[in-house]
Every structure is written in C-alpha cells, then in structure tokens.
C-alpha cells in the first residue's frame, strides 16, 4: 500500500532555532500534501496545504513566515518551524494524497522546543 | 459551529460488547467521509471510508452514513480492550471557489475496552 515516510520522529531544539521535517511519498506521487499539528488531547488542526510546484494555502490563524511549507517536487514535502519557541511544541504530521492512494499519513514528529 | 463534532468521552464498554461512535458534520457539500484510529503518541491510521448512504461494513467494523442527518457512525462489535484508543472522524470539505478538498477531523473520541 501508499506509504509516507516521516522524518524526524522526535526532535529537541532550543527556543529561537530552526526545525525542518520531512516527508516523503515512497511508492506513490503525492499531488496535495497536508501538514496537521496536534496538541496533547486535542485533535488534528490542518495547517497548511500543498500542491506540488504551487505555495501552500495557510489555513486561517497560522503564520506563514513561521510555518514555511515546500512541496518541489511530487514525492517530497517539507515543513520548517522558523525560530521556534516552546508554545511550538507539539506532534506534526504530513498526509499525502495522489494517485488514488486516498489521503496517507506519515508517523509524526514530536517536536520539543526548550 | 465546528465543521466536525464528536462526543471526547471516553466511552467504556466490556470486552464483547458492541462499541458505537457517533460524528456530525456541518458540510452539506461533503462527499467522503474517514473513520481513523489513533493510538496514544502515534498518527492515526485508517479503519475505513464511506461514500454512499447506508451501511458498510468490514470485519467486525462497520460504518454508517446519513447525508441527509449530516451523521456518521462507526460500530466495533466484539470489542477488544486492543481497540481502546481514540477514534477520530474526518471528513472532506470543498473549497467552492476552486474545488480543492481538504480533510478535517473531529476532536476524536476516546474508547476504553474493558476486559
């Protein structure tokens, strides 16, 4: 089956570096790519959009300068949280759709920002 | 009003039991719409997806859905105390101005199988 592969899994940074994550589509050509943060008990919040060669569509109260979504080619999306600080925190994960393979998701990256 | 809404529970049933999850949705225009499974500290993973109205059903899985309720269900019958986890309900929202679809899920709900 579609399978994406994400990557870090979990990553400690300090407040005001740079943190990129990864995902790649590895048998499928992911048209649309789909960034989603999710907070401790609370639910998947999509945060941006992407298709590929096109700037990704921020959904209402995200930052775009913060959250910089690139998605160059079909197989490879990437996410940069820009100057992180702790309130960033959290678990982020890509889902890829394309190719009939419906919507796909990575495995996540736990994200800890000190 | 959220464009998808779940009660968060936790919801406990005893092992053996029939296990039902329920999800509304305020987008008359969607057209698919997910039942996924999210262990504690991993990403969701698909149990499965419904088009049509009615019934269907997969294993001991099976899901419901009501267009015209804007209502969709999921039964777990002989529920396992491996199926404690929450269960989240997506749904595609259109964007009317280009088409493009977006997936958007419900703040989940929690199920405890007891043994």
């Known amino acids: 089956g579609a399978v994406v592969s994400q990557h870090p899994s979990r990553v400690i940074c300090k407040s005001g570096t740079s943190v990129k994550i990864e995902c790649r589509s590895l048998d499928f050509q992911a048209t649309t790519m789909f960034w989603y943060r999710q907070f401790p008990k609370q639910s998947l919040m999509l945060m941006a959009t992407?298709?590929?060669?096109?700037?990704?569509?921020?959904e209402q109260g995200v930052e775009k300068d913060k959250f910089l979504i690139n998605h160059a080619s079909l197989t490879l999306s990437t996410l940069t949280v820009t100057s992180a600080h702790p309130e960033d925190s959290s678990f982020y994960i890509c889902?890829?759709?394309?190719?009939?393979?419906?919507?796909?998701f990575g495995s996540g990256t736990r994200l800890t920002v000190v | 009003q959220k464009e998808v809404e779940q009660n968060s529970g936790p919801l406990s049933v005893p092992e053996g039991a029939i296990a039902s999850l329920n999800c509304t949705y305020s987008?008359?225009?969607?057209?698919?719409f997910f039942w996924y499974r999210q262990y504690s500290g991993k990403s969701p993973e698909l149990i499965m997806f419904i088009y049509s109205n009615g019934d269907k059903e997969d294993g001991r899985f099976t899901a419901q859905l009501n267009k015209a309720s804007q209502y969709v269900s999921l039964l777990i019958r002989d529920s396992q105390p491996s199926d404690s986890a929450t269960y989240l309900c997506?749904?595609?929202?259109?964007?009317?101005?280009?088409?493009?679809?977006?997936?958007?899920f419900g703040t989940g709900t929690r199920l405890l199988v007891s043994p």
């Open positions: 889902s890829a759709r394309g190719g009939g393979a419906g919507y796909t």
């Open positions: 997506a749904v595609t929202v259109t964007f009317m101005n280009t088409g493009f679809q977006k997936l958007v």
């Open positions: 992407s298709n590929e060669g096109s700037k990704a569509t921020y």
């Open positions: 987008d008359q225009g969607s057209q698919s």
